[in-house]
């Protein structure tokens, strides 16, 4: 008897080891009535979703035609629209952040702060414009109870306020804020080509402090801002407050698109020999953020996720039942107690006939994956 007893005892530790171990991310839900969604972010309280909402056409952004939808997060998760056009009349909005700390004077912690723009955008007729000079590109603060617009300001080539440098924002896609409240945007340099003074194309990451953010938001042109240059086009940018570093990713476009994940610490943004390699020659990335327990999570352009595991490899993570994404975009995360967390995952294009695409898909991952 004590012999069958043990068998059962050690079962059932082998099942809830197997069961913790091979645990598979699930869909809890998917929120739909999106208009090409592209960017997800939590509230820091875990309170509110945003989705940003990057209307397009056949060949390029519909101009005043973005906007933000919100939803409120309760306890399960369960997710409650607030409001389809929570903002509205936006050109080309690409990613979203919350500031961490004031902008004396401008704006208080925990105002939304958007990043929009692009000189790709669509005329009426179908066509793509020929100049993008009158057109805004820059940053955009608002209240995230109410919507309303706090500040904006323009940091296009045509703008009076002047980034450090000779390379303004031209068609940035990316945003992140470390704990210190100096944002990082990603820009891809693209369409340079489309503004009355032609820009070079240039892909370039750049760093402004909050003393920066105040100039700029009072109309001055910010002095203590950082500029890097990097070869490949960046898709996404996250800070990891453990390591104090700025995560990006990169897709290199010459021949086969390949995607790179690399990290930089805050101190060392400056110095373009400090970039360090996360992983590389993987396919092509879309975006990317980190695990509560510091794990890079990776979706590619094919709509998978995974992990890097070395400096060229990476494991698929896989869903019960099998999926994939449909063209995802830059995902939310929220962490739950024990480890699992939850991630919102735009979801931009798809065959309406197959209910993919225009839609943000709610996936519980756990702790063990």
Same mark, same amino acid.
């Given at each position: ?37 592209v960017?997800? %972010?939590?509230?820091p309280?875990g309170?509110?979703?945003? @989705? ?7 060949v ?36 979203i952040?919350?500031l961490? @700390?004031?902008?004396?004077g401008?704006?208080? %912690? ?11 955008i ?6 793509m414009?020929k100049?993008? /000079?009158a ?15 706090i500040?904006? @300001?323009?940091?296009?080539p045509?703008s009076?306020?002047?980034l ?9 896609n990316?945003i ?5 409240g100096?944002?990082?945007i990603g820009?891809t ?9 032609r ?19 009072t109309g001055?042109?910010?002095m203590?801002?950082g500029v890097m ?5 960046p898709?996404?940018i996250?800070?990891q ?5 700025v ?8 021949? %086969?698109t390949?995607? /790179?994940?690399?990290?930089? %610490?805050? /101190?060392?943004?400056?110095?373009v ?8 020659e993987?396919?092509?990335l879309?975006?990317m953020?980190?695990t509560p ?8 352009n094919? #709509? ?5 595991r #070395?400096?060229?490899a ?11 994404? /449909?063209?995802p #975009? ?7 107690? #024990? ?18 695409g225009q ?11």
């Amino acid at each position: 008897m004590k012999i069958l007893i043990r068998f059962f005892v050690l079962f059932a530790a082998i099942s809830t080891i197997r069961i913790t171990y091979g645990a598979k991310p699930v869909v809890l839900e998917d929120l739909t009535g999106f208009d090409r969604p592209v960017s997800a %972010a939590f509230s820091p309280d875990g309170t509110s979703l945003f @989705v940003v909402n990057r209307s397009r056409g056949e060949v390029g952004a519909r101009r005043d035609a973005g906007s933000i939808t919100k939803f409120s997060v309760v306890e399960g998760p369960d997710f409650k629209l607030a409001s389809k056009q929570f903002i509205v009349g936006l050109t080309a909005p690409s990613d979203i952040d919350f500031l961490p @700390v004031d902008l004396a004077g401008v704006a208080p %912690a925990g105002s939304l702060i958007l990043v929009s723009g692009t000189p790709l955008i669509e005329t009426e007729d179908g066509r793509m414009i020929k100049d993008a /000079s009158a057109d805004f590109i820059g940053l955009s603060l608002y209240d995230p109870t109410t919507g309303r617009l706090i500040k904006k @300001v323009d940091l296009g080539p045509a703008s009076d306020v002047k980034l450090k440098g000779e390379n303004p924002l031209v068609s940035p896609n990316s945003i992140t804020i470390d704990r210190s409240g100096s944002v990082y945007i990603g820009d891809t340099g693209i369409g340079g080509n489309l503004f009355k003074n032609r820009i070079k194309a240039q892909p370039v990451i750049y760093r402004i402090s909050t003393i920066g953010l105040v100039d700029m938001f009072t109309g001055k042109s910010p002095m203590d801002v950082g500029v890097m240059k990097i070869s490949s086009i960046p898709g996404d940018i996250s800070y990891q407050s453990a390591e104090d570093s700025v995560f990006f990713v990169a897709n290199h476009i010459q021949g %086969a698109t390949k995607g /790179s994940v690399f990290k930089v %610490a805050r /101190s060392d943004f400056h110095n373009v020999m400090k970039i360090q390699t996360v992983v590389r020659e993987l396919t092509a990335l879309s975006s990317m953020r980190l695990t509560p327990d510091g794990k890079v999570l990776l979706a590619t352009n094919k #709509g998978e996720l995974i992990v890097p595991r #070395g400096r060229k490899a990476s494991r698929l993570i896989r869903f019960k039942p099998e999926m994939t994404f /449909s063209t995802p #975009g830059k995902f939310a995360m929220l962490p739950e107690p #024990g480890g699992a967390f939850i991630i919102a995952v735009p979801e931009e294009t798809g065959s309406a006939g197959a209910g993919k695409g225009q839609r943000v898909r709610i996936v519980r991952v756990p702790s063990k994956f």
